[in-house]
């Protein structure tokens, strides 16, 4: 009997420093190497030119009367601005706040205050959002916010002012007195309900998470994401922008927030050797109709992580986008996020249908969610994993992280696994998104990776609705391809014969979009409330469960 538990290796040792030392270092390294390149801004640094914007940032900040671990929220889309913030407050020793750029006025009074922000650094607006009367509007709600600065504003300009910052000598002196296990980062994860709780993470996390996101790509200088995936979260400063400044490698930002065409233009004008993305992006891509006049043939590799990846969608990568390398992450914001990762000369079959082996320095396994006993590997029970990676805590919230972290170190993710015998992690599925009709416990991703395989299918969700009978029913969310129809018979006629019946899905909806979060993630809760009131299925979700 072999265990479902893992460990990662340990050759490579962890980098035992903060990311200000990390910074100067590759910037010593690679002064004339690109470091970023912002398209849609007109904007190109190279590592000597970035560290000294860092660098010339991080003395406004300290003229400004910021205390090492003092919070400073950042609210922006993906700007040149948003990253030179990040690096400039671990410079200091400030705590970032990342912002969501869709927060409404309730939720940015929420993370201020919960965090305790003395600074909030903003873009003016973002798509219909005006940023600054929102702003304006919580003003009086956060009695510990000092003061908000805008990008691109007189007060901005003023942050960035030689003459009104601090000296450099004495910002060499606050950037010696940080620790590599210091929190440097809070991120509000989405819950389902109730409010969001603020991960906590340190920079030896976050700063060794994206190295080694990169050295599993075979990172090296000279290397050029392509940047889709939004800043705030941990797929955009973690594992794209720590993973480039980590290697030298550049950082290229397609628009200040995710358009598939923009994104395509961007891979080929700058000979992008990398992509990030959640599926529903690669598939935008793949399905834009002027795909093939872009020339895409210097990508290698690059990331597909944030949700489950059809194996259609990982093929089509490979061999549409000339991603022979891609590679797929797991993990969470809670785990600084990845916990486990494919490797580029792993089999398609590995690369396809599972999530990889557990990363360097990190441990997993798989866990029975009722009693926590470690399971033996080829059975489905929670994905937990401890290690450095492991969060600090969630900010002011010591009872939910009790809850998350267990008295032994591991982080429970509340994601289903499966773990085979040679240590390769499959993710069926979240605790709380498992189906259960009628006595049968039912995984949505196998449903979806089958009706993937449908030719007319672009993309499906796969939910679970009430039911009276059953306690719940399948409902299959389908996006068909573009030009093509079909009918809610023809999908459960595909179904028949090749999948178990309770399987096949009691409804099928056809829908253009998804709800999902500014990263790609689809809200599956919100797609349930909406399956019950269109469906008129109120009654069947008020009968009590145990």
């Not at 265990?3 to 910074?23: F, H």
């Not at 601090?166 to 620790?179: D, F």
């Amino acid at each position: 009997m072999t265990l479902a538990t893992d460990a990662g290796p340990t050759e490579i040792p962890l980098l035992d420093e903060t990311i200000p030392a990390n910074l100067a270092r590759t910037a010593a390294a690679h002064g004339d190497r690109e470091a970023l390149v912002s398209r849609h801004q007109d904007i190109r640094w190279t590592y000597e030119e970035f560290a000294a914007k860092v660098s010339g940032l991080a003395r406004g900040l300290l003229a400004l009367g910021l205390e090492k671990g003092d919070r400073v929220g950042l609210w922006s889309p993906n700007y040149a601005e948003w990253v030179l913030v990040q690096y400039a407050t671990a410079e200091i020793g400030a705590i970032l706040v990342n912002v969501n750029p869709a927060y409404r006025t309730h939720e940015l009074a929420y993370a201020l205050n919960q965090s305790g922000c003395h600074l909030l650094i903003a873009a003016p607006r973002f798509k219909t959002s005006d940023y600054v009367s929102m702003a304006e509007e919580v003003r009086g709600e956060c009695p510990g916010l000092d003061r908000t600065i805008f990008f691109w504003s007189p007060e901005w300009e003023a942050l960035r002012d030689e003459s009104q910052a601090a000296s450099a000598e004495a910002l060499s002196e606050r950037r010696a007195s940080p620790s590599p296990n210091d929190p440097i980062n809070i991120q509000y994860t989405s819950g389902t309900t109730g409010f969001p709780k603020g991960a906590t993470l340190s920079h030896r996390s976050i700063l060794n998470n994206g190295y080694f996101v990169g050295e599993r790509q075979k990172f090296e200088a000279g290397d050029r994401l392509c940047i889709p995936v939004p800043f705030y979260h941990c797929f955009g400063m973690v594992m794209a922008n720590l993973a480039c400044t980590t290697h030298g490698a550049t950082m290229v930002t397609s628009g200040e927030a995710f358009e598939p065409e923009a994104v395509l233009a961007t891979v080929e004008a700058e000979r992008c050797t990398a992509l990030y993305g959640v599926p529903t992006m690669f598939i935008a891509e793949l399905g834009h109709p002027e795909f093939d006049r872009f020339d895409l043939s210097s990508l290698r590799t690059g990331v597909m992580a944030g949700a489950p990846c059809p194996v259609d969608v990982m093929n089509a990568c490979i061999e549409r986008m000339h991603m022979s390398e891609v590679t797929i992450g797991y993990g969470m914001t809670e785990t600084s996020p990845v916990s486990t990762q494919t490797l580029p000369d792993d089999s398609i079959e590995h690369r396809t249908s599972t999530v990889g082996r557990v990363h360097p320095h990190v441990e997993i396994r798989v866990a029975d969610p009722e009693t926590g006993e470690t399971l033996e590997r080829g059975r489905t029970g929670e994905f937990c994993t401890r290690g450095y990676s492991v969060m600090v805590g969630y900010w002011s919230n010591p009872e939910r992280t009790a809850e998350a972290i267990d008295g032994e170190g591991w982080m429970h993710t509340g994601d289903l696994a499966v773990m085979d015998e040679d240590g390769y992690a499959k993710i069926v599925g979240r605790i709380k998104d498992m189906v259960i009709r009628g006595g049968e416990n039912i995984y949505p991703r196998e449903i979806e990776e089958f009706l993937h395989t449908h030719p007319d299918i672009a993309d499906v969700q796969v939910i679970g609705v009430p039911d009276e009978r059953f306690g719940e029913e399948l409902l299959a969310a389908v996006q068909l391809r573009e030009g093509l129809a079909a009918t809610e018979e023809d999908i459960k006629e595909f179904c028949r014969g090749k999948i178990a019946h309770f399987k096949i899905p009691r409804y099928v909806r056809f829908v253009d979009e998804y709800p999902m979060t500014v990263t790609g993630k689809i809200q599956k809760f919100k797609m349930r409330e909406q399956a019950i009131a269109e469906l008129g299925l109120q009654g069947a979700a008020s009968v009590e469960t145990a």
